[in-house]
């Protein structure tokens, strides 16, 4: 999709089923009944109500909601903002974003690999993170009550 508003079984009661979406531009709407094996971000905005086996964010911006879970992350750069209820099981954060403060729910990063140029933002009294790998290179981690 480079540009213009795109919707797949974003209406209640439809279905859709898409191997690979590429997003270079205008908005990407999923909703709860899409099946998502990838999904790759490379601009534009992208909003998923589902479930996705691996999303690849390499820029613009990618919003969960509902009970949508993220099977693998791979974030390059952009921010993706996490609002489901789902389950993270592998966040690779390189040059993305991962925000995970807006909707005050519960939720789990199974493991999250940060690297240098990765940033994550979050609340831990509602966020669970199992385990968390650095990477060998300089990482900066900070805490801010803002």
């Known amino acids: 999709m480079?540009?213009?508003d795109v919707g797949l079984a974003h209406q209640y009661g439809e279905t859709s089923t898409a191997a690979t979406i590429r997003v270079t531009g205008g908005t990407l709407v999923c909703g709860t009944g899409c099946t998502l094996t990838t999904v790759d971000s490379y601009g534009g905005t992208t909003r998923l109500?589902?479930?996705v086996t691996?999303?690849?964010a390499y820029s613009g911006n990618v919003t969960t909601s509902s009970t949508a879970a993220i099977t693998t992350l791979n974030g390059f750069g952009g921010t993706v903002t996490h609002n489901g209820t789902g389950t993270i099981?592998?966040?690779n954060l390189e040059g993305a974003t991962l925000d995970l403060t807006n909707s005050g729910l519960a939720r789990t990063v199974?493991?999250?690999n940060l690297k240098a140029n990765g940033t994550i933002v979050y609340d831990p009294s509602v966020?669970?993170?199992t385990t968390q790998?650095?990477?060998?290179t300089p990482v900066r981690i900070s805490a801010n009550n803002a």
Not at 133 to 136: F, I, L, P, T
């Open 2 to 4: 480079i540009r213009g």
């Open 110 to 112: 199974t493991t999250l």
């Open 127 to 129: 966020i669970t993170i």
């Open 49 to 51: 109500g589902s479930n």
């Open 54 to 56: 691996t999303l690849n």
């Open 133 to 136: 790998n650095e990477a060998d």
């Open 89 to 91: 099981t592998t966040a």
